[in-house]
């Protein structure tokens, strides 16, 4: 297996951990009763937990460019921010608690998405790391 490999399977572990600490092991209940009131500080900063730590990541296969970190941490941001409020909107919309099917789809949605955009974060940062 080459260097870029083990590095790329990693940084995904490492944004895979970083997400379960931050929404599970981190996140108050100030942040969750908050998440889906739009602009509330606590949805801001359970987001905003979440940026803080990716840096992990990103300084290993990226250091050095300050506005690349940047650029990743806003649209980090935004991205998490957003499925979360949009997940939150949904679940209480439609009455659902964790003894409803729809609540774990929401929820397993919810979680999809932000494994997927580690996955475009790692790719953005190999695409540096490489050009």
Request: with cysteine; charged share 10%.
């Amino acid at each position: 297996m080459t260097e870029l490999a083990i590095l790329i399977l990693v940084a995904i572990s490492v944004l895979l951990v970083k997400h379960a600490a931050a929404d599970f092991f981190l996140q108050s209940s100030y942040q969750y009763l908050n998440k889906g009131i739009y602009g509330h500080p606590g949805g801001l900063l359970h987001s905003a937990i979440h940026v803080a730590l990716t840096p992990l990541v990103y300084l290993v296969l990226a250091p050095g460019s300050l506005l690349v970190a940047g650029l990743i941490a806003l649209g980090e941001f935004i991205v998490h921010y957003h499925v979360d409020w949009a997940k939150e909107q949904v679940t209480r919309r439609n009455g659902l608690t964790p003894d409803c099917r729809g609540f774990w789809y929401a929820l397993g949605t919810d979680q999809l998405i932000h494994g997927l955009s580690y996955i475009v974060i790692v790719a953005v940062l190999v695409w540096i790391a490489t050009h």
